[in-house]
T-cell receptor, first 110, second 112 residues
């Protein structure tokens, strides 16, 4: 599975959009980009995943560049409850192990 | 309701004792995982299983053992050979198409 690089921490003002970047320059053609988040002392929660098209659900939007070497998770209107560690993971869509990196610690401030 | 359950939430053991952490899911998922998390750190993979009666070592399997005799159950035994067993342990399951992994609430193990 391809390696990902994320900034260790970010701040965001409450009510503003939070844009979390992820670099995955070695991603292969059949690998998807997944995002999870972990709120303190809880199990991680799935957010969204995509292959090459942009994706949106009730939680977030995922923008993947045309060359697929990087992506951005967008929380359109961040709230204090969005404070968490966000993990970007690249892996195939069948089998294989689920590996977490260090993630980005997002702090949403009033 | 479908879900994944870990028990107990808190566990205390004396040094030198083996202890087994429970993980049960009723989501009909093929794959199950065990992770360890230390304070301020990310999740590290201990063991994973993609099908009944089969499992593979993760990055930090030493001092741990697992079994997968039933699809819905993936217990983790922390043996006395694990040098620093005190940690937060998380179990997860997902379907064979890696759609979305579901996590339990975790077991916080303290060895004294």
């Amino acid at each position: 599975d391809a390696k990902t690089t994320q900034p260790p921490s970010m701040d965001c003002a409450e009510g503003r959009a939070a844009n979390l970047p992820c670099n995955h320059s070695t991603i292969s053609g059949n690998e998807y980009v997944y995002w999870y988040r972990q709120i303190h002392s809880q199990g991680p929660q799935y957010i969204i995943h995509g292959l090459k098209n942009n994706e949106t659900n009730e939680m977030a939007s995922l923008i993947i560049t045309e060359d697929r070497k990087s992506s951005t998770l967008i929380l359109p209107h961040a709230t204090l409850r969005d404070t968490a560690v966000y993990y970007c993971i690249v892996r195939g869509n069948q089998g294989g192990k689920l590996i977490f990196g260090q993630g980005t610690e997002l702090s949403v401030k009033p | 309701d479908g879900g994944i359950t870990q028990s107990p939430k808190y566990l205390f053991r004396k040094e030198g004792q083996n202890v087994t952490l429970s993980c049960e899911q009723n989501l009909n998922h093929d794959a199950m995982y065990w992770y360890r998390q230390d304070p301020g750190q990310g999740l590290r993979l201990i063991y994973y299983s993609q099908i009944v009666n089969d499992f593979q070592k993760g990055d930090i399997a030493e001092g741990y053992s697992v079994s997968r005799e039933k699809k819905e159950s993936f217990p983790l035994t922390v043996t006395s050979a694990q040098k620093n067993p005190t940690a937060f342990y998380l179990c997860a399951s997902e379907d064979r198409w890696n759609t979305e992994a579901f996590f339990g609430q975790g077991t916080r193990l303290t060895v004294v």
